[in-house]
C-alpha cells in the first residue's frame, strides 16, 4: 500500500472541488503536507486555519500577480488543477520546468480533451491523469467544501498513454482510500459520455427555464406553480453560468451532436402527441420509466446527491415544529426544509433534505416510529 501520509500534495485552486479533496486527504491522511496557491489570499488564510493546508501562496503575495511560482510545486508527488478551465493551460506552462520526475499531475475539469491537448504541447503527458470527481453543489468556493462531497461519487480517470501503471495505480489508490469510486476511461469517451449525462441536461434544464419565463402570464402564475416537480427537475440551472459556458466551448462538438439527437426525440415525441398515437406515447414514457428504475440511485451522478424525505404533516405551524424538534432531539442535522406547495409529481407535504444517506434512514426510522408517514426521493 502506498503510504500518502508520507506525500506532499499540491493545489492551484481552493474552490468547492479543490477544497473538498484536499480536506478529504487532510482526513484520511493527516500526516500528508498540502501546499496550495489561490488567487484569494483569504481563502488560503481560512484553509491553513482549517488546519487542511500546510504553507501556500497567492496573487496578493506577488507584486506583479503572476498566477503563482512553479518553483513551489516542485517538491510535490501530485498536483491537482483546480482552477478554472481557461486558466489551467497557463498554469501548465508555469508547472512544467518544476515537476519531480515522479510527480503525478491531475485536474478536475468537467472536460477532458482540452486539457490533454494542452498537456501534450507542454510535454507533460507521462505525468499527467486526467480527473473529474462526478460530484458538485449549487454552492461554490472553498468556505462550502466538504470531505464528504466524494463519498460514493464517481471519479473519472483520464490518463495519458504515456502515464506508467504505476503511476495510475498509486491514484487509483488515494481516490479509492477518499472513499470515491475510480472509473478509468479515455478521455474522448468521458467528454461523448459526460455531454449525454451532464453536459445536455444543463443546456436542457436551462431551456425549460427559459421556456416557462418565456411562456408566463403577468402575474406569474407558472413561476408559482413551479415549486414542486418542476424546481427540482430544473434545480441544476442554478449552477455557474460562466463555468457552463466553458464547457460548452469546449466540449460542444459532443454536445451538440447529441443535442441533434435529443431534438430529434423530441419532434418525434412531439407528432406522437400531436397525432394521437396512443400505443407510442404510452412505450415512450414506459421505456424512459424502466430504464430510469435501473439507475444505480446509491452513487453520486453528475451533481451531487439529494438525501431528501417527503413527510405527510397536518397544516399548522405546530407540525412542522414538531418534526423539526424530533429531529434535533436525535441530533440529525437537516440541511434544508419547506412546505411543498405543489405536489402534482411527488409525495409529501414537508420535504426536508439532510447531509448523508446515514442521516436521512435513521430520520426515516425515527419519524415512522412516531406514526409519520414518509416518503424517501427516487
Not at 496550495?36 to 507584486?63: I, K
Not at 520546468?97 to 475539469?109: E, P, S, V, W, Y
Not at 491523469?129 to 467544501?145: A, C, D, L, Q, V
Request: overall charge negative; proline content about 3%.
Amino acid at each position: 500500500m502506498t503510504d500518502f501520509n508520507s506525500f506532499t500534495f499540491g493545489f492551484v485552486g481552493l474552490g468547492l472541488i479543490g477544497g473538498s479533496i484536499a480536506k478529504a486527504i487532510r482526513r484520511y491522511y493527516p500526516a500528508a503536507t498540502i501546499i496550495a496557491y489561490n488567487p484569494s489570499r483569504d481563502t488560503l488564510d481560512e484553509a491553513m486555519a482549517d488546519g487542511v493546508v500546510n504553507a501556500g501562496t497567492s496573487s496578493a503575495d506577488s507584486e506583479n500577480s503572476r498566477p503563482f511560482d512553479g518553483t513551489m510545486f516542485s517538491r510535490c508527488d501530485m498536483i491537482f488543477l483546480c482552477a478554472p478551465v481557461q486558466k489551467n493551460a497557463e498554469n501548465l506552462s508555469l508547472l512544467k520546468d518544476h515537476l519531480a520526475d515522479h510527480a503525478i499531475l491531475t485536474d478536475i475539469g468537467s472536460t477532458k480533451r482540452d486539457i490533454h491537448e494542452h498537456v501534450v504541447s507542454n510535454g507533460l503527458a507521462r505525468h499527467f491523469i486526467g480527473g473529474h470527481p462526478m460530484t458538485g453543489s449549487e454552492r461554490t468556493r472553498y468556505r462550502n467544501s466538504r470531505a464528504e462531497l466524494l463519498e460514493n461519487a464517481y471519479y473519472i480517470l483520464s490518463p495519458e498513454q504515456e502515464v506508467p501503471k504505476e503511476s495510475l495505480d498509486i491514484f487509483y489508490e488515494l481516490v479509492t482510500g477518499l472513499k470515491a469510486i475510480p472509473l478509468v476511461i479515455s478521455p474522448e469517451f468521458h467528454d461523448y459520455a459526460v455531454a449525454g449525462i451532464s453536459h445536455v441536461p444543463h443546456v436542457v434544464s436551462a431551456s425549460l427555464v427559459n421556456l416557462i419565463k418565456k411562456s408566463d402570464n403577468p402575474d406569474g402564475v407558472m413561476k408559482l406553480l413551479a415549486a414542486g416537480g418542476f424546481r427540482d427537475i430544473t434545480r441544476i440551472s442554478s449552477s455557474s453560468p460562466r463555468m457552463w459556458q466553458q464547457i460548452c466551448l469546449t466540449n460542444g462538438d459532443n454536445i451538440t451532436k447529441l443535442l441533434g439527437d435529443y431534438i430529434e426525440i423530441l419532434q418525434h415525441a412531439r407528432d406522437q402527441i400531436e397525432e394521437h398515437r396512443a400505443e407510442e406515447i404510452y412505450d415512450f414514457f414506459d421505456s424512459a420509466r424502466r430504464y430510469r428504475d435501473s439507475f444505480d440511485v446509491v452513487s453520486s451522478g453528475a451533481t451531487d446527491r439529494l438525501w431528501l424525505l417527503f413527510v405527510d404533516i397536518e397544516d399548522h405551524p405546530a407540525s412542522l415544529a414538531e418534526v423539526v424538534t424530533l429531529l434535533a432531539v436525535n441530533a440529525i442535522s437537516i440541511k434544508n426544509i419547506g412546505i411543498t406547495h405543489n405536489r402534482e409529481y411527488q409525495e409529501g407535504v414537508l420535504r426536508v433534505e439532510f447531509n448523508s444517506e446515514e442521516e436521512l434512514i435513521e430520520a426515516d426510522e425515527i419519524l415512522t416510529a412516531r406514526n409519520y408517514t414518509v416518503h424517501q426521493a427516487k
